[in-house]
């Protein structure tokens, strides 16, 4: 059943009796957007970040319609759509390079109502600062959050939280917003003891091509041409690569067993370490990687659930995105799950008729119960993609290509 396009959300304008003032910790793609949705609920915002500025940093990112949806409604349409690819297919290739299936994502967009945009994040990243400070949000950046504390309001009827930062400031707020990644010091404050992400098993390379380059291959120029976004998928392995910038930059990525020291999360690659792992793939995976000057190693960790619960008994400190849920890029889901995390909270928070303690526990349970399953299953669907991708050849595999072909209604020609 096809969905129309949503509605851009409104600023709403609220009185001091039910405005919070938030603190968000971390200023990634989950923090930026729920500052937004929290503005846009007519609260204040005020964002921590540890990084002395916001810049130029990362690959490629796949924004999925569910995510595309949440940043549509956000008035993010206009200034976004003008940085990102919008891929015809999305062809799943044996390691070989034979087409097992294809995803027409034209056809998802009718039914979803909002396009798959391929972005490259530090164009995402800055489409959403600019949204959330044009609404109001005060960014303090060189800011390291290291410690919650709480203090009952002066009134006696809610909880304050305060951020203590590393540099000894003290940053009072109603609700503190933990967004800061996968190795979250906040979800540890709440727990109240250390809890590393768990490995994988893999680990991403993570490479940027000038496509001026592949223009002068006519095996490799349609990728540019017609940007697709293409899996390979085949033993212990898998690549995924895509478009950005309107054909200027191909996003690559390269999915392999961990082989990282304990203890490194990233390291600069070995560029021909890196060309033997793929060497008797599909002959333009070698000519691409023979393009590639210099790579970067991602270790692959998730964090699958986070028990008891996401919040504080408080009501004034809870989590979003990575720190609550990281899991495998996969199913190119991770940063829409953060968003999608923040415009729940923000919709939460839009409902509150007082800023009580009781007020603020009702509107993040409520949060929470929306989000938890949903994410828990992403975690756990991506560790099964892990397993799916990388069979071996043989009869599993022919199942799971049969499967495929499917899903995608594809028949194979
Ligand atoms: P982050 O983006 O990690 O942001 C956390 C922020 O908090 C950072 O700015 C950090 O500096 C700050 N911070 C940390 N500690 C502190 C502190 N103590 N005080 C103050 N600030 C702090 N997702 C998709 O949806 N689509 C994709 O195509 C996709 N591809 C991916 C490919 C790879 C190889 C990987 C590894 C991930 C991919 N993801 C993808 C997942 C996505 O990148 C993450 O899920 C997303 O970035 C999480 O956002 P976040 O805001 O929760 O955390």
């Known amino acids: 059943m096809a969905t129309s396009k949503p509605q851009v959300i409104q600023q709403h304008q609220r009185d001091a009796s039910s405005k919070l003032h938030v603190i968000i910790v971390g200023a990634g793609l989950g923090g930026l957007g729920a500052a937004i949705s929290i503005l846009l609920a007519g609260h204040s915002v005020e964002i921590l970040e540890v990084a002395p500025a916001i810049g130029e940093i990362g690959a490629g990112i796949q924004c999925l319609p569910n995510s595309t949806r949440v940043l549509t409604a956000w008035g993010l349409e206009d200034r976004l759509s003008k940085h990102a690819t919008v891929p015809r297919t999305c062809n799943m290739l044996g390691w070989k390079g034979n087409k097992i299936s294809e995803m027409n994502f034209h056809e998802y967009e009718k039914d979803c109502g ?12 800055m489409g959403l600062l600019e949204r959330a400070t044009e609404l109001g949000a005060v960014l303090k950046t060189n800011t390291k959050v290291m410690d919650v ?43 109240g003891h250390e809890d590393p992400p768990l490995l994988t098993g893999d680990l991403a ?8 380059d592949m223009m002068k291959d006519p095996e490799l120029r349609g ?11 085949g033993p212990d392995a898998h690549a995924v690569n895509y478009v950005l910038r309107g054909g200027k930059l191909f996003n690559m990525v390269l999915l392999v067993p961990d082989d990282m020291p304990a203890g490194a999360n990233t390291l600069s690659g070995n560029v021909e370490e890196m060309r033997a792992l793929y060497k008797d793939w599909d ?15 991602w270790r692959l960790m998730i964090r699958p659930g986070l028990d008891p619960t996401w919040s504080h008994a408080s009501g004034a400190f ?37 800023k009580s303690t009781a007020d603020k526990k009702r509107a993040l349970e409520v949060y929470e119960r929306c989000r938890r399953e949903r994410t828990e ?32 209604g594809f028949n194979g020609q």
């Not at 909002?114 to 990243?125: E, G, I, K, Q, V």
């Not at 006696?156 to 305060?162: H, V």
């Not at 017609?226 to 998928?233: E, F, G, K, S």
């Not at 002959?283 to 590639?292: E, F, N, Q, V, Y």
């Open 377 to 408: 299953r992403v975690v756990s669907r991506g560790n099964r993609q892990q397993y799916l991708y990388h069979v071996h050849d043989g009869e599993e595999q022919q199942e799971r290509d049969r499967q495929l072909r499917r899903f995608a």
């Open 205 to 212: 390379y993570r490479l940027l091509l000038n496509t001026e």
């Open 223 to 233: 990728f540019v041409e017609d940007p697709q976004v293409n899996y390979w998928i």
């Open 318 to 354: 809870t989590i979003l995105g990575d720190a609550a849920h990281a899991t495998l890029p996969y199913l190119a889901s991770g940063a829409g799950m953060s968003l999608e995390d923040g415009h729940v909270l923000g919709l939460c928070l839009g409902r509150l008729k007082g």
């Open 283 to 297: 002959p333009r995976i070698p000519k691409l990687l023979a393009l590639c000057e210099s790579v970067v190693k």
């Open 114 to 125: 909002t396009p798959f945009w391929d972005f490259h994040r530090a164009n995402l990243h």
């Open 149 to 191: 504390e709480y203090r009952d309001s002066s009134d006696g009827t809610s909880t304050i939280a305060i951020a203590v930062c590393e540099d000894g400031r003290r940053c009072e707020a109603d609700l503190i917003v933990g967004a800061d990644g996968i190795n979250s010091k906040c979800r540890e404050i709440l727990l």
